[in-house]
């Protein structure tokens, strides 16, 4: 089965740390951008930090100097190391998959976050950075 299911969320508090896992099945790496996605109760979807298949990394400014995003191929695995969290940083973390050719397994699995249409989410993990 083609998806994607993400571990790790939790309750921290200023100043910590957590790490996001999420692990992919049904597809390579080589095949699609991977992406963590996060929405606030009450607030719009957006994007946090992505991985492209030659491995280059996207951060949203927010995140920037904070969040470490990584890969494991040989685990299928990709993982966000969140450091020094606030506040604002709490939501639901979603991993997300834009396939990079038409793969007819994910057909009508897909939505959009803010600009961005993925193929494939996972059912998300919260976060929650208490002050």
């Known amino acids: 089965d083609v998806q994607v299911v993400e571990s790790g969320g939790g309750s921290v508090q200023t100043g910590g740390s957590l790490r996001l896992s999420c692990t992919v099945s049904g597809f390579t790496f080589d095949e699609a951008d991977v992406g963590w996605f996060r929405q606030a109760a009450g607030g719009d979807c957006e994007q946090v930090s992505s991985?492209?298949?030659?491995?280059?990394?996207y951060y949203a400014p927010p995140v920037k100097g904070r969040f470490t995003m990584s890969r494991e191929s040989a685990k299928n695995e990709v993982y966000l190391q969140m450091n020094s969290l606030k506040p604002e940083d709490t939501a639901v973390y979603y991993c997300a998959a834009s396939f990079r050719h038409l793969n007819p397994a994910v057909a009508g699995r897909g939505h959009t976050c803010g600009d961005r249409y993925l193929d494939l989410w996972g059912q998300g993990t919260l976060v929650t950075v208490s002050s």
């Open positions: 991985i492209n298949p030659r491995g280059q990394r």
